[in-house]
């Protein structure tokens, strides 16, 4: 049976039936999920949980809009979509209770005279008959539904039958066909109204017969060689073990050999046809799945119920994120990034109960290996390079950053020693000891925060820099860096590799080398403690953006501000400015906004200022203020909050170093700003009053550098107000723990009718290193 059904109203047509290939050549499904973006024609199921109300009598009215709302944008973008569904038993059940209630209510009030709903009692009502009654308005609902987005339906009702039979099968493929070529979404549903129970091991050879609408949605998948079929449900995805069990896992990816991996659940909310409950993913959905993908149809099955992803399960299914279960008949060589994260997770336990000696030791074999491996390294980085002009994807302040050089190896050596040295007094430091009570003494001592997610871009500089703060505090490491520097990443990876197998240790740095998606790293807030993107600003905001649940340490702009005072050196400010904004453009500690005291204009300092700015090719943007003083000026800047990362700067003009606080705490980003004077007061008034991480008085802003504090390294800047702030190298990578020791103690011991009293004493504080113990 056919029904079309376009804005306004909707009208029966013919389609002419002519014949088109039967059965679709054996093509390859999706490998990964990122692949999935190329998906054409998509075919999405949805479960009689995902459409159906909590009670089971009606239809999920908000669901069912957010998901046709999703559908008809991938319809307008161009896919061919088709929705096979459940709903009509519930739809209808709902309307049947309707009027049987109306029913009884009538013939109470006719012999009564009065209505005792109360009393009344609903008999059984049969799937069939529901069915029946609640097909034609199911597909009206979604009729007026789709109509909101101009977008046309069709309803088409099958049985088992239609397709044991070659004319039937012929006849609805050639429909199908038609509608999708007219742009039309076919809403396809088993005819419950008519359908027989399913039968037990009735699949002819080699084809999976209809039992229920997971295996239509697989034959048809098959048949109309969809590119993905997106099975809802009302649970996350296939699961290693019953889901809610303590050690229940949720497998992102499924492959054909991994049945033995999973267990199956016990029951969906909803069943069969609305009314019968089933196995949870029973072996008959995931075989309906596993035949699809044979067929070359690829394969997420997800939850479409939860209320905060309902709105957009399936764009994200579409566009690779990582939801629900993937099927695939490709699995990769190596390990998932969630194996790589527990294996990084257990060795770095390893790691931190290492003697700081033995870690030092591991830090110091890296720097070796810089030097010593240095031509294998430069090799990488040649091809990295090279590739990277040939696209010419990378500005040439990004290739200024992909680039290594012997000298760059070499500071990066001595960078790296300076934080073997730090190591050795890192972990297991002691903070603070107090004597709570006699024999009851408390530590607060450095740990390290866990696993890291390191994300950075054309920067392979900083894998060796990250490594070795991450040796230092005893942290694992996740790393993830940008595929322009893939070559050059991987050696250096390596070697971190050899140094940590010194002590045994070579897992807790892992480099994720898989196709895996920022966004869907940003997800395992289970498995990751803290994120450090390094890169662009861009980067940063995104990261910000997408994670959830787990902090990012970073900035998001670094808009760094030099305030030249009005009486401020000439040598001195002329020299700062040049290095602020000329050394290395590109760098998040570069001079953004120059703000100038208006008693400076028209003087030979600030003349000197122009002329060293036109010299170095800076352009020059004017601010409001200083574009108001002049005749003719550079171009007005569009927003005083601009990070140009290039030879560009806005110039602005201020009333007082009071002036220049209040401008740089209402546009700047809190990084780095500089103040030039040779007034003492003032600065120290600047470097009071001025609320940034980093603040400095007659120095560059590119000193904002963990290297140049003699911090040896830094894994970014954090602009945050808690936690880390300004250059982040060792400390900020480590967090505390509270160490009580005492000797049978309680807390009733201190309650008023108790024996002991606290005293609370503090106590000088001695180093406590891993396996060792203070004393008082």
């Not at 009689?48 to 709302?69: K, M, P």
């Not at 019968?276 to 995931?286: C, G, I, S």
């Not at 090799?379 to 000298?407: C, F, I, Q, Y």
């Not at 009570?437 to 390191?454: H, K, R």
């Amino acid at each position: 049976m056919l029904l079309i059904g376009c804005f306004p109203g909707s009208l029966s047509i013919n389609v002419p039936f002519f014949t088109v290939p039967l059965a679709r050549a054996h093509g390859k499904s999706f490998a990964h999920r990122s692949d999935l973006r190329q998906a054409k024609r998509i075919l999405v199921k949805l479960g009689s949980a995902v459409v159906t109300r909590g009670d089971e009598c009606g239809l999920a009215l908000g669901r069912l809009a957010s998901i046709v709302e999703q559908v008809a944008m991938l319809q307008n973008q161009g896919r061919e979509m088709m929705i096979v569904t459940s709903g009509a038993v519930a739809f209808g059940k709902q309307r049947l209770r309707h009027e049987i209630l109306l029913s009884q209510s009538v013939r109470q009030a006719l012999h009564s005279g009065q209505n005792q709903l109360k009393d009344m009692s609903l008999p059984v009502l049969e799937a069939r008959a529901c069915a029946a009654a609640g097909q034609s308005g199911l597909m009206a609902l979604y009729e007026a539904m789709f109509t909101q987005y101009s977008t046309c339906t069709a309803q088409i009702l099958v049985t088992n039958l239609d397709f044991h039979d070659d004319q039937k099968r012929r006849n609805l493929n050639s429909t199908l066909h038609e509608l999708l070529r007219m742009n039309i979404v076919p809403i396809i549903n088993t005819n419950d109204a008519v359908v027989p129970p399913p039968e037990p091991n009735s699949d002819l050879q080699g084809v999976i017969s209809i039992k229920d609408n997971d295996s239509l949605a697989a034959r048809l998948a098959v048949e109309m060689r969809a590119d993905l079929l997106i099975a809802l449900s009302d649970v996350e995805g296939l699961y290693d073990s019953p889901p809610g069990s303590d050690d229940a896992k949720l497998l992102d990816t499924f492959y054909p050999g991994d049945q033995h991996s999973i267990t199956y659940g016990t029951k969906s909310r909803v069943g069969i046809g609305g009314m019968e409950a089933k196995a949870m993913f029973n072996k008959l959905q995931v075989k309906a799945a596993l035949w699809a993908l044979q067929g070359g149809t690829s394969v997420v099955i997800a939850n479409g119920t939860h209320p905060k992803v309902t709105g957009h399960v399936i764009t994200d299914i579409v566009e690779g994120k990582k939801v629900g279960t993937f099927f695939s008949e490709v699995k990769p060589a190596g390990p998932t990034v969630e194996q790589q994260t527990e294996m990084a997770r257990s060795a770095g336990r390893t790691l931190a109960s290492l003697e700081p000696e033995q870690r030092s030791e591991i830090i110091c074999a890296l720097a070796d290996l810089l030097t010593e491996r240095k031509d294998e390294i430069l090799s990488a980085n040649k091809k990295d390079m090279e590739h990277a002009v040939s696209t010419g994807r990378l500005s040439p302040a990004m290739l200024k950053r992909l680039s290594l050089s012997s000298s760059k190896l070499n500071s990066l050596s001595i960078g790296l020693r300076q934080i073997a040295v730090s190591s050795q007094d890192s972990v297991g430091r002691v903070l603070r000891r107090t004597r709570v009570a006699n024999n009851l003494e408390l530590e607060q001592i450095t740990v390290p925060i866990g696993v890291l997610l390191v994300i950075f871009e054309s920067r392979p500089d900083c894998l060796p820099q990250v490594s070795a703060l991450a040796i230092a505090s005893g942290n694992a490491l996740l790393l993830k860096g940008g595929k322009e520097a893939a070559n050059t990443n991987r050696i250096l990876h390596e070697l971190a590799q050899e140094a940590l197998s010194i002590h045994g240790v070579k897992d807790a740095i892992q480099l994720v080398s898989t196709r895996e998606e920022v966004e869907d790293l940003c997800r395992l807030e289970k498995m990751i403690d803290l994120i450090i993107p390094r890169g662009s600003s861009q980067l940063v905001r995104d990261i910000q953006r997408a994670a959830k649940g787990i902090p990012v340490l970073g900035h998001s702009e670094g808009i760094c501000h030099v305030y030249v005072d009005h009486e401020a050196s000439v040598d001195k400010a002329i020299k700062i400015i040049r290095d602020s904004k000329c050394d290395y453009p590109a760098a998040c500690n570069a001079m953004e906004t120059l703000l100038v005291h208006r008693e400076l204009l028209r003087t030979p300092l600030f003349d000197q200022i122009i002329d060293m700015l036109r010299t170095e090719h800076v352009k020059i943007h004017a601010g409001p203020k200083f574009a108001s003083y002049l005749t003719f000026s550079p171009s007005e800047v569009k927003s005083l909050r601009t990070e140009y990362g290039d030879l560009e700067c806005c110039i602005e003009v201020v009333d007082s170093m009071t002036e220049a606080v209040d401008h740089i705490h209402k546009y700047g980003s809190s990084h780095t700003d500089v103040i030039v004077t040779e007034n003492e007061d003032t600065a120290e008034q600047f470097l009071q009053q001025l609320d940034s991480a980093c603040v400095f008085w007659n120095a560059s802003s590119r000193f904002a550098d963990g290297y140049r504090f003699g911090l040896g390294a830094e894994v970014g800047i954090s602009t945050a107000r808690i936690h880390a702030r300004g250059p982040v190298g060792l400390d900020g990578l480590l967090t505390t723990k509270w160490v009580l020791r005492g000797e049978g103690h309680t807390a009733a011991d201190f309650s008023e009718q108790g024996s002991m009293t606290y005293l609370h004493e503090n106590l000088p504080v001695a180093q406590v290193l891993p396996g060792r113990r203070t004393t008082s």
